[in-house]
Every structure is written in structure tokens, then in C-alpha cells.
């Protein structure tokens, strides 16, 4: 496999992609079942297997479209199902649950950067890295920034998405249901940042502005994270 190549890339962003987004639903069932919900379990969606949660398009062929196109990598899968009714206490309950799915990737994206410190560590003294440790390096780098992006741009509040679920638990019932009535045309508003808006607005990059200086900073910090764990450069 050529690194410089399209299989290459392809390979390096689909499992990534794949894994964050798989135990980012799952964990949206594993806090549901943990506070009353077992709606998840008993429709068997707390499996690992991406087979069971995998989109073909949101989960595989548009972050690839989006990679190779160098926007923001996102996507999604099958939600897991959760049923609100059946926690033991909805409102908190719903925001717990939803903010399951960000906190994961935020987590999976730390576990990512001490991986790169600990293979740059293993390979320092091997001199040129072969290509299984190249592919490596790329998955877990872009496994570390997908994670980034999918927890960031989930907690935007725009229905159906995680943040949205954060603010209808933490507002007053009345504004709570007027906000959950926009949900039908959540994803409407998503393709009209997404696609509409920066066909007519190229050089306003809303969705950039709005989760690119968290991501920076984050990103950031787990670059240092990284460089902690890999150890000083050998002289």
C-alpha cells in the first residue's frame, strides 16, 4: 500500500472513523441502560460490531469524501435507540445520556495521542519506520482528530444533535418543548450549513469558526499530551 496513495488514505480515515463513531452511539446505550433505559440492549445495539451501528454513507463514504477534500472530517452511524420515558430521571437522564457520546470521543482522542507518544518512543531508535508503523501513525492521528471533530461538532445545538439534547434537559419544560419542536428540521438546518451555506458563502466558514478554535485548542493540548508521553528527542 502506498502511503501517498488513495487506498492509503482511504484506509487510514475509514477505521478511524468506524471506531469513533461506533463507541460514540454505544455509549449514548451504555449510559441509557446504566440509568433505566434498556431499550439498547434489548435491540442488541450495545455490541462493538460496526456492522451493527455502520451507515454506508454517513459512516464511510462522506467522512472519506471529506478527508479527501480537506473539510472537517465528520459522519454518523445508526443511532442507538433511547427511550427517554423508560430513565429513571428523564431530564438529567437525557442530558447524561447525550453527552455520553462527545465525552467518548474526547476520551478515545486522549487515548490517541498517548498511542502516537508511545509508538514515536518504540520507533525512535529503529530508524526509518516501516509501513506498519506509518499506517499506524496516520490511524492514530486521524482517529485523534476525528475524535475531536464528532465530539465538537455533536455538541452543537442544533436538533438532533447531542448539544440540542444538553439544552432541552437543562431548559424549563415549556421553552424545553418549543425547542424540541425544531427537531424535524434539524437536519435541514445540517445540509444548509453543511452544503447550501458555503456554496453561496465560501469564505464564511460558520461551522470552522464555531468548532475550530475548541478543536485548536484541544488538538493542542493533546499534541503536548503526545509529546509527554513520547519522552525527550534522543541527541
Do not use: C
Not at 6 to 15: G, Y
Not at 102 to 124: E, Q, S, Y
Not at 134 to 146: A, C, E, P
Amino acid at each position: 500500500m502506498n502511503p501517498e496513495g488513495l487506498v492509503w488514505q482511504i484506509a487510514t480515515i475509514a477505521i478511524p472513523m468506524i471506531l469513533a463513531i461506533v463507541f460514540h452511539e454505544v455509549a449514548h446505550g451504555w449510559v441509557a441502560r446504566a440509568l433505566g433505559d434498556p431499550t439498547a440492549a434489548e435491540q442488541k445495539r450495545l455490541s462493538l460490531n460496526p456492522l451493527r451501528h455502520v451507515d454506508p454513507f454517513g459512516t464511510i463514504i462522506l467522512p472519506g469524501l471529506l478527508k479527501l477534500s480537506g473539510a472537517p472530517v465528520f459522519g454518523w452511524a445508526k443511532p442507538v435507540p433511547v427511550d427517554f420515558r423508560r430513565l429513571r430521571n428523564p431530564r438529567v437522564g437525557m442530558m447524561l445520556v447525550a453527552a455520553a457520546g462527545p465525552m467518548t470521543n474526547f476520551i478515545l482522542a486522549a487515548i490517541a495521542a498517548i498511542g502516537l507518544g508511545v509508538l514515536v518512543r518504540a520507533t525512535d531508535s529503529m530508524g526509518e519506520p516501516g509501513l506498519g508503523a506509518l499506517f499506524l501513525s496516520d490511524n492514530l492521528r486521524n482517529f485523534l482528530l476525528v475524535n475531536l471533530f464528532l465530539g465538537a461538532f455533536n455538541l452543537l445545538p442544533i436538533p438532533p444533535f447531542d448539544g440540542s439534547r444538553i439544552v432541552m434537559g437543562a431548559l424549563p419544560a415549556p421553552l424545553a418543548r418549543g425547542y424540541a419542536r425544531l427537531e424535524p428540521f434539524g437536519l435541514l438546518v445540517v445540509f444548509g450549513l453543511l452544503v447550501i451555506l458555503p456554496y453561496f458563502a465560501p469564505d464564511l466558514h460558520l461551522v470552522q469558526r464555531l468548532i475550530g478554535p475548541p478543536v485548536d485548542w484541544m488538538g493542542q493540548q493533546l499534541a503536548n499530551l503526545a509529546m509527554l508521553v513520547a519522552g525527550p528527542e534522543p541527541i
